[in-house]
């Protein structure tokens, strides 16, 4: 039993966007058996892209239902059926969005027409739904209307399923269960029903029981699910078609997820995380003392021996960065690396510098307004812990800092510890430091929110 489904939003976030239309039509395997079709208030605006491409203005929704009035007809409809769709990842996740904004886990089988026809209909030249539909010669009335896409992927469905008749009879798992015609054998499927919605890291083995890959996710069952269903490239495809064992571990934070990710992979070195360990991070941002014991910054490709203030995916980048601590804090062209010349720097000679670079201004005082500069990358050497999340309601997680570097996290129970500082450095496993881990703390505490941070 099957759901056939198209849907049309406001945009292409399942986040921030809408859903505007949904259609939907009830499959036995041979024959449509119900529908249901109807245009949905986003309660936002529809923007005028979105309105070209689909027809569908905002005042046609205006008087539309919202998704919580046919949110029910929508469980109903779709109760012990298939979620079939084509590119369902998309259409799937806007619906879940909508039931999460309400409060209800919505979770169905999926069944993507793009994979099956890939699958069962190789050599075509693109597996959109206008071309695919063109070259089997389906009409499609109303394209980028819900009704009219969701009717051509039935067409399409009941094409692939007549052809996979032909090739499998009816030995075919095909339609009863997608996955599995695209997993490895050996991959117990029932354990992917075990993978928590939670942050975490996770393990992908080959059939000889070697670690090919490890990833990270701010939802382990959601990213997991993404790897077992990825036709996007040839090495996601062979790395799915290897995976034979899954494990994880849930985290609680992001951070912890971000921080064990990295060093695992840095220890184990899993085959199909290569790419991931050359950096884009490939520009550093230096300071050191000059001979007269001003506070210098320099920028420059990194080495494996560099300890940069920060790291930059491209020159452009760094020398942007530069440009703004000299203009912020009142810094010296010259000494920041921006201007080379052997006397004075330009903005000295119209007199925005002070003179830092022709010993006019003392460097007591220059090294205060760059050391305030430095400050923005570093941990000034500072004792603290970041306190976030755990795993559980009475947990935190704990990341060390101590003289500015890594040392390592842990877990505390805060009906049994509280927050003292004896019980926080208790937890502590240590984890060494490096320049990725420093970016990945910097980065998090520069964009993320963190429950606390407690000093000692």
Same mark, same amino acid.
């Given at each position: 039993?099957?759901?056939?489904?198209?849907?049309?939003?406001?945009?292409?976030?399942?986040?921030?966007?809408?859903?505007?239309?949904?259609?939907?039509?009830?499959?036995?395997?041979?024959?449509?058996?119900?529908?249901?079709?109807?245009?949905?208030?986003?309660?936002?605006?529809?923007?005028?892209?979105?309105?070209?491409?689909?027809?569908?203005?905002?005042?046609?929704?205006?008087?539309? #239902?919202?998704?919580?009035?046919?949110?029910?007809?929508?469980?109903?409809?779709?109760?012990?059926? &298939?979620?079939?769709?084509?590119?369902?990842?998309?259409?799937?996740?806007?619906?879940?969005?909508?039931?999460?904004?309400?409060?209800?886990?919505?979770?169905?089988?999926?069944?993507?027409?793009?994979?099956?026809?890939?699958?069962?209909? #190789?050599?075509?030249?693109?597996?959109?739904?206008?071309?695919?539909?063109?070259?089997?010669?389906?009409?499609?009335?109303?394209?980028?209307?819900?009704?009219?896409?969701?009717?051509?992927?039935?067409?399409?469905?009941?094409?692939?399923?007549?052809?996979?008749?032909?090739?499998?009879?009816?030995?075919?798992?095909?339609?009863?269960?997608?996955?599995?015609?695209?997993?490895?054998?050996?991959?117990?499927?029932?354990?992917?029903?075990?993978?928590?919605?939670?942050?975490?890291?996770?393990?992908?083995?080959?059939?000889?029981?070697?670690?090919?890959?490890?990833?990270?996710?701010?939802?382990?069952?959601?990213?997991?699910?993404?790897?077992?269903?990825?036709?996007?490239?040839?090495?996601?495809?062979?790395?799915?078609?290897?995976?034979?064992?899954?494990?994880?571990?849930?985290?609680?934070?992001?951070?912890?997820?971000?921080?064990?990710?990295?060093?695992?992979?840095?220890?184990?070195?899993?085959?199909?995380?290569?790419?991931?360990?050359?950096?884009?991070?490939?520009?550093?941002?230096?300071?050191?003392?000059?001979?007269?014991?001003?506070?210098?910054?320099?920028?420059?490709?990194?080495?494996?021996?560099?300890?940069?203030?920060?790291?930059?995916?491209?020159?452009?980048?760094?020398?942007?960065?530069?440009?703004?601590?000299?203009?912020?804090?009142?810094?010296?062209?010259?000494?920041?690396?921006?201007?080379?010349?052997?006397?004075?720097?330009?903005?000295?000679?119209?007199?925005?510098?002070?003179?830092?670079?022709?010993?006019?201004?003392?460097?007591?005082?220059?090294?205060?307004?760059?050391?305030?500069?430095?400050?923005?990358?570093?941990?000034?050497?500072?004792?603290?812990?970041?306190?976030?999340?755990?795993?559980?309601?009475?947990?935190?997680?704990?990341?060390?800092?101590?003289?500015?570097?890594?040392?390592?996290?842990?877990?505390?129970?805060?009906?049994?510890?509280?927050?003292?500082?004896?019980?926080?450095?208790?937890?502590?496993?240590?984890?060494?430091?490096?320049?990725?881990?420093? &970016?990945?703390?910097?980065?998090?505490?520069?964009?993320?929110?963190?429950?606390?941070?407690?000093?000692?």
């Amino acid at each position: 039993m099957y759901a056939i489904i198209d849907i049309e939003t406001t945009g292409g976030s399942p986040k921030w966007e809408k859903i505007t239309e949904i259609a939907m039509y009830l499959h036995d395997g041979t024959q449509i058996t119900g529908e249901f079709v109807t245009l949905v208030n986003p309660e936002k605006n529809i923007p005028y892209y979105i309105t070209n491409l689909t027809g569908i203005t905002n005042e046609m929704v205006e008087n539309a #239902p919202r998704f919580y009035e046919i949110a029910k007809k929508i469980v109903e409809l779709t109760e012990d059926r &298939t979620f079939v769709a084509h590119n369902a990842r998309f259409d799937y996740s806007f619906i879940r969005q909508e039931f999460k904004s309400l409060g209800f886990n919505y979770k169905r089988n999926t069944l993507d027409t793009v994979a099956l026809s890939r699958k069962l209909l #190789p050599g075509h030249r693109s597996y959109s739904l206008g071309n695919i539909c063109d070259d089997l010669s389906i009409s499609i009335v109303g394209r980028h209307r819900a009704a009219g896409d969701a009717l051509a992927t039935v067409r399409l469905f009941e094409i692939l399923m007549e052809k996979d008749r032909e090739i499998n009879g009816s030995r075919s798992t095909l339609f009863r269960n997608t996955k599995v015609s695209k997993l490895n054998p050996k991959l117990d499927i029932t354990k992917i029903e075990n993978i928590p919605e939670e942050p975490g890291v996770y393990y992908f083995y080959n059939e000889n029981d070697d670690l090919i890959y490890i990833g990270k996710s701010q939802n382990l069952r959601q990213r997991i699910s993404t790897h077992l269903s990825n036709n996007s490239t040839h090495r996601a495809m062979e790395m799915r078609d290897q995976i034979a064992d899954i494990d994880w571990e849930t985290t609680g934070s992001e951070l912890i997820a971000l921080l064990k990710e990295s060093s695992e992979i840095k220890k184990n070195k899993p085959v199909f995380n290569r790419a991931q360990r050359r950096t884009n991070f490939q520009w550093g941002l230096f300071s050191f003392t000059d001979q007269n014991g001003y506070i210098n910054f320099r920028y420059g490709l990194l080495d494996n021996d560099d300890s940069p203030l920060s790291v930059f995916t491209s020159k452009d980048k760094v020398k942007s960065t530069l440009n703004s601590l000299v203009e912020k804090y009142g810094l010296c062209q010259k000494l920041s690396g921006l201007y080379e010349t052997e006397g004075a720097c330009f903005q000295y000679q119209v007199g925005i510098c002070r003179g830092a670079c022709c010993g006019k201004e003392s460097a007591k005082e220059y090294n205060i307004k760059a050391t305030r500069a430095t400050e923005e990358f570093l941990f000034t050497r500072r004792n603290f812990f970041i306190i976030d999340t755990g795993r559980c309601i009475e947990e935190r997680c704990a990341v060390k800092i101590v003289n500015g570097k890594y040392a390592g996290y842990g877990y505390f129970n805060i009906n049994e510890m509280g927050f003292g500082l004896s019980a926080i450095h208790d937890c502590i496993k240590p984890w060494a430091d490096n320049r990725d881990i420093q &970016t990945i703390l910097k980065q998090y505490l520069k964009n993320k929110r963190v429950e606390k941070i407690v000093e000692f």
